[in-house]
């Protein structure tokens, strides 16, 4: 719920480096009265979650205005970037270099016992 009438939702993404080579890219929603607001409530999370998880927050933060009302489907963040690269070569660059830790779908997750 807004606090004024002037208040919005954005979604913020922060970058973070865990130990020497992990990096961490963490969006939050927030609700701020515009852009640089939003970015200085992340960032401030982005703190108290670096010492939280004995993590570096490496200062970029990137924000996005919600246009959705919060719910299933709404879009959180988006970043468009040009780039001459092929699909394959842009998801091999930017998403799928290898070194992510991240979940296939279609594999079954590990079941707990």
């Avoid at 606090?3 to 973070?16: H, I, L, S």
């Avoid at 640089?36 to 409530?41: C, L």
């Avoid at 982005?46 to 205005?65: H, I, K, M, R």
């Avoid at 998801?91 to 290898?98: E, I, P, Q, S, V």
Wanted: proline share 3%; net charge negative; aromatic share 12%.
């Amino acid at each position: 719920m807004p606090e004024n009438a002037t208040d919005a939702w954005f979604g913020v993404r922060c970058v973070f480096r865990h130990g020497g080579s992990t990096y961490e890219e963490r969006i939050v929603i927030v609700l701020a009265a515009d852009f640089d607001h939003a970015i200085a409530k992340a960032e401030d999370d982005a703190a108290e979650y670096a010492d939280d998880v004995n993590a570096e927050y490496v200062g970029l933060a990137q924000a996005f205005a919600l246009f959705d009302d919060l719910g299933d489907g709404s879009e959180v963040f988006s970043l468009m970037r040009d780039s001459d690269l092929t699909p394959d070569e842009y998801l091999t660059a930017f998403f799928d270099t290898g070194d992510e830790r991240q979940h296939d779908a279609g594999r079954s997750w590990p079941k707990s016992s």
